[in-house]
């Protein structure tokens, strides 16, 4: 595989984990996940300057929240496969394991879906998991999400006033050495600044009492007067999976199932051998 045209661009594919990183989006004296990647490519050659290569992500995702699976594109003369060793060969907690060719007209933000995955200890929901299950099932369909998002000082507020869909939320009870984990999966398009941390917290809130599902409902019509909600710690929450388009995904060539790596990374930091229970850690009571 190598780039064979002016016009094409490397496409590499990564997970990286939730520690070690203040975030994704590249800050001045801060390592960031977009930083590093950068200063590697610079360093080693692979492209001459950081204006220059064109770097478009994906996914942006906050500081504490991990990725199985992540997507950028490059400018580059090397090819996929070299990116992907010396990028492996100097990022430490991340993970990079496909690479293809595509149009530099091709944006990355463009996928077809996305999907997030919070790991939650049953313990933080309290006793009352149906409300819990109640207030998530609220957040799925097309509603204005204002209440359920941060600030951002790139967009107008009325983007956020303005109605957004989520497709789906899915809740999965694992039974770990017995205790009780839960694997709630968010999917849409797309998802607003701080949208599912507080979704997240909304739904944890319902679950303890502190507010009614009502309350949930009310927030999520166009206009509601609702303040925003908090947010939820971002610990056990990662980026799962970025659909793009199937013929861009046809022309990866992968080195690894996607999140398999990041999932043997956790394990060998903790010396263990399975996920969940290195998640268990990550998670917390």
């Known amino acids: ?54 770097f478009r992500s994906s996914s942006r995702t ?45 944006n990355p933000r463009h996928a077809v879906f996305r999907e997030y995955v919070y790991y939650l200890d049953s313990r933080i929901v309290g006793r009352d998991m149906a409300k819990f299950y109640e207030a998530l099932e609220l957040f799925t369909g097309t509603h204005s999400f204002y209440s359920f998002t941060k600030k951002d000082r790139t967009k107008d507020e009325d983007y956020f006033r303005a109605d957004h869909t989520v497709q789906k939320i899915t809740v999965e009870e694992l039974d770990q050495c017995g205790r009780l984990l839960l694997e709630v999966t968010f999917k849409a398009e797309f998802f607003l600044y701080g949208q599912i941390r507080k ?27 609702f303040e925003r909600f908090p947010s939820h710690s971002p610990r056990g ?3 799962k999976r970025v659909k793009l388009p199937e013929r861009v995904e046809a022309g990866i060539k992968r080195y690894d199932i996607p999140g398999e790596g990041i999932e043997r990374m956790i394990a060998e930091a903790a010396v263990e051998t399975k996920v969940l229970s290195v998640l268990s850690e990550i998670i917390g009571p």
């Open 237 to 239: 929450l990662f980026l």
């Open 62 to 106: 906050d500081r504490g929240v991990g990725a199985f699976q992540n997507y950028f594109t490059v400018s580059s003369h090397i090819t996929g496969d070299e990116l992907l060793r010396r990028l492996n060969s100097m990022i430490e907690g991340a993970y990079f394991y496909g690479a293809g060719d595509i149009d530099k007209s091709f």
């Open 1 to 54: 595989m190598c780039i064979s045209g002016i016009n094409m661009v490397a496409l590499i594919e990564f997970g990286y984990l939730p520690g070690g990183f203040e975030g994704f989006a590249k800050q001045p004296d801060r390592r960031t996940v977009e930083g590093e990647v950068l200063q590697v490519l610079v360093r080693t050659g692979a492209v001459q300057d950081i204006g220059e290569a064109g």
């Open 199 to 225: 979704m997240m917290a909304a739904a944890l809130m319902a679950a303890k009492r502190k507010i009614d599902t009502a309350d949930i409902e009310k927030a999520l019509l166009p206009d509601s007067g």
